[in-house]
Each structure stands twice: as structure tokens, then as C-alpha cells.
């Protein structure tokens, strides 16, 4: 038997985007709401993220999921989702393929299943096949049209909108949204991303674009550059949905009436909302399959245990 530290986990796809879900081993954040055990996961345990989801075990584009405790009674599980450069309030993709893990693990049956999250209470739906249907957190439009300037482009138009994270929607881009240009498509995001926080938004960590659908059924295609430079391979669930509160805004899209958002990989999401107040809450139903299940072993003998930090 081994005595390295160990952590178990479930690693899923949800429309190309992967997801690690830590079920056992994972760093004791204490009790209370899980956006302080946030803080206490990012402030005394970060070198666990960087384990986790940090090369050479990891990637950039792995998501992972901490599987914690509730503190939402109503709950049956609490959820942290961290990537290869920070946490993140809520994951669309992360939480179906969570939904489905947790169900691979015999933790759960489909039918109705609470989770509790950094950014509010996740109502989500398991139904036969790995397919998942979940309420987001109410989103809105921030801002609409925030001109910024890129040097050698011009004026770019941008809608600052939250959908459990905060994005840069842009639909006026003339970019190619093709997998064959993504080293194109993440250099005018970066480029976006910083000309916003050069406006007073630093928080906008995340820039989606958006073109006509390729596929049969699709209502749009996207792109979406993440934090840590990678791309989304699904259709972005909480970028689907600061989409919708930037249509739900315009008129553009009414009440319960689906959008099929395909992916830059041509995965889809398909969403509709609900109108709270003066915000929306977007309803999103994607597909995930389990692809393993592993025990991380953390030798304290190898400089890079920790992940490439
Ligand atoms: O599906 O919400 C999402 C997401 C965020 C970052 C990567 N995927």
C-alpha cells in the first residue's frame, strides 16, 4: 500500500469540456457558506487546486470540483469548482459533469438533484443517458454596448453581463469562429479582455463570442476564452446564460423560448429562461460522460507533487 496522500476523483467531458471531481481526499475548508470556504480554500490550501487540475497531472482546461459538504441545508451536495488559475463562482459544463459523476458513483439516482454553490443554489434535473437540466443563477446585462478600443481593429461593442460568472458578450467581432483559428480567436480575447479592464472592469475574466449556428437546429456558435487562456470546448453554461440576459434585455428572446447554443467543437447546450425581477434565470440542458476514475498520488519525493506552480 502506498502512503502518498491520495485523491480520488471522477474525471467527465461535457461537450469536450472536461471536468475532475474530487470525491474523497480533498482539503478540510471547515463549515459555513461555501463562498467563504473559498476563501479558505484559495488562502490555505491552493497548492491542491495546482495538484488537481496543474500540469503534470492536470491542464489547462481541466475544471475541477471540490465535492464538500452543503451549507444550503435544502442541498444534498456542496461544490467548489476551481481551474488551472483560480475558483470559479459556478460552472455550467462543470455541473453536469459533476451531476453525472456523482451518479456514476452511486451517490445519486436521476431525478431531482440540489447543489450548493460559491454562487447560489444549483436546482438541477439527472435524466437517463447522462443528460442534465439545471436552473442558473439569475443573471443579468451589466452593461450594454461598452465601447473599447483595440489598436489596429478599432472600436469593438461589448456587453458585460453575469451568468455565475462575469463575460464580455460580443456579437460584432469579424472573427472566423472556426476550431481551425483558435490561436486567432484567443489572441483578440486576451486582447478584449484587457482593453475591458483597462475600462474599470478587471472582473470580466471571461470573453464570449458569438456568430450564426453551424449546425442543424443551432441558434448561434460561440467562442469562449477562459481565465487561464484556455478555451471552452462546450457551450459555455454560464456564458450561454449571460447571452440570454443580453438578448432577455433586447427583446431579442422571449420567455421560454429555446436557444440551441453549439460550441466552437459543435457541442451543444440547449437553454431557455425564466424572468426574476429584473433578472433572468436561464435553464441549460447538456449531456456528460464519465471517462475515469483515478487515485492521485501525491509523492512528496517529486518537485512537481503540487502541480507546476
Ligand atoms: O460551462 O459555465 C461553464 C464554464 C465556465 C468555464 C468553463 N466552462
Redesign the pocket.
Known sequence: MSSFPQIKVIDSH?GG?PTRLVIEGGPDLGGGPLADRVKVFREQHDKFRTAIVGEPRGSDVS?GALLVEPHDKSCQFGIIFF?NVGY?G?????TIGVIVSLAHAGLLTPGLVKLDTPAGVIVAVLAAGGVVTFDNVPSYRREKALPVYLPGIGDVSCDLAW???WFCVIDEHSQRLELNNIAQLTAYCVRVRQAVADTGFSEVD?VALFGPGTKAGASSRNF?L?PGGAY?R?P????TSAKLACLAADGKLAVGTEWVQESIVGSVFRAKHRRQGDKIVPTITGTAYVTGEATLLLDQADPFAWGIR
Open positions: 461535457t469540456e475544471v481551474n470559479l459556478m460552472c455550467g459544463h462543470g451568468g455565475g460568472n471571461h469562449v477562459c471552452d462546450s459555455c453554461g454560464t456564458g
